[in-house]
């Protein structure tokens, strides 16, 4: 059986976040179309902004990262 455990949020974990949010977004009908260039920067202003919403309205709340098989 596969383990299963949480482990907070960091800022070094930037990348990996927004990495999982392009691949969300990516084949969006509309922006799959873009130029490379123009898709990454829209994306990365994106996920700022998410990024930035959710720590200024959520100050108590907890973010997550879900591991599997590894440990915290």
Known sequence: M???????????DLDFLYAVYRSTRINEPGISTWEESELETFLQHQF???????????PEGEFSIILVDEDS
């Open 2 to 12: 596969k383990e299963i455990s949480f482990r907070r949020t960091t800022e070094s």
């Open 48 to 58: 700022n902004l998410q990024h930035k919403q959710y720590m200024a309205n959520y």
